[in-house]
């Protein structure tokens, strides 16, 4: 048996689940956007439901405001796990390791809960400042949840997210052969140089890898937004969240193409990083 079947034999099972449960869930949230839904009557396919969302200003307000919330999620997120891995790397401390990988064992949802009972404004820390005199009462800090900023979902998502990317790096750092790094140091690199031109090109691609994952995930995730995000614009998640729950199941279709926008989006967005991450590749 050759080592490519044996592969695809392997792997055969684990990709008929995803193809079954994802493509098959993709398809059938497809044709309920396109107005199928035999058990309601509704039979005959037509844009109805994508021309009702693109004529929304509301559908916009929340596309820009979970893009937002995903880059800003996202990219704080790298930049901290990157410096983090670095840190783990020279420290070299197990103890260290293992304390920071602890957040990934929480779920979002109690992550949530715990990030609003610290910054909100009858949290841990208004009290806190207000007991060191920062703010007169607690009711004078600032409020983070349910703001049009949406920090509190963003620190929910960095706090998250920062150890799942940081140990995806700190794996690839095994590979930077530290005499590259030492050969470089006595040629006159600097500490900037030394990591732009021998550890980044050998951790960019887990970097990119990682980074994508938390864009998608905070682009399509719920229940964060749902729970600490204001009413109106709402993450696009929520915002299908809301119309699947709609007792007249007419409003099904206009759920289900959210949904797919979301997903649409998602895809060209990442078509669009993974091609600006190689571009970047190719002139390093």
């Known amino acids: 048996m050759g080592g490519r079947l044996k592969i695809a034999l392997l792997l055969a099972p684990a990709l008929a689940v995803i193809g079954v449960l994802f493509a098959g869930g993709l398809v059938a949230a497809f044709a309920q956007s396109l107005g199928y839904l035999p ?14 969302i693109l004529s929304d200003e509301g559908f ?25 891995a670095l840190a783990l790397r020279a420290s070299g401390g197990r103890v260290s390791a293992v304390v920071f990988q602890l957040p990934i064992t929480i779920p979002h949802l109690v992550a949530a809960v715990g990030i609003a009972l610290v910054v909100g404004q009858t949290g841990l820390g208004a009290r806190l400042a207000a007991l060191l005199g920062l ?16 920090v509190g979902i963003i620190l929910t998502y960095v706090w ?27 040629l006159g690199a600097g500490a900037w140089q030394r990591f732009w031109y021998v550890v980044f090109p050998v951790i960019s691609p887990s970097v990119v890898a990682a980074s994508l994952l938390v864009f ?17 614009p709402t993450i696009l998640p929520v915002m299908a969240y809301n119309e699947y729950r709609e007792i007249d199941l007419a409003a099904r279709p206009t759920a289900m193409a959210i949904n797919v926008l979301i997903a649409l989006v998602t895809g060209t967005v990442a078509a669009l ?12």
């Open 160 to 186: 998250k997210e920062v150890p799942f990317i940081a140990l995806v790096v700190l794996a690839s750092l095994r590979g930077v052969a530290s005499e590259l790094e030492d050969v470089a140091r006595t």
């Open 273 to 284: 990083y993974l091609r600006l991450a190689r571009d970047l590749g190719r002139r390093g």
């Open 135 to 150: 703010v007169g009462e607690p009711g004078d800090f600032p409020a983070l949840l349910y703001d049009k900023y949406s």
């Open 39 to 52: 058990a309601i009557g509704m039979t005959e396919l037509s844009l109805v439901a994508y021309r009702e």
């Open 216 to 232: 998608a995930f905070t682009f399509g995730a719920f229940e964060v937004p749902y729970l600490l995000g204001k009413s109106y």
């Open 60 to 84: 916009f307000d929340s596309l820009v405001l979970t893009l937002y919330v995903s880059g800003v999620s996202t990219g704080v997120s790298t930049v901290l796990a990157v410096l983090a």
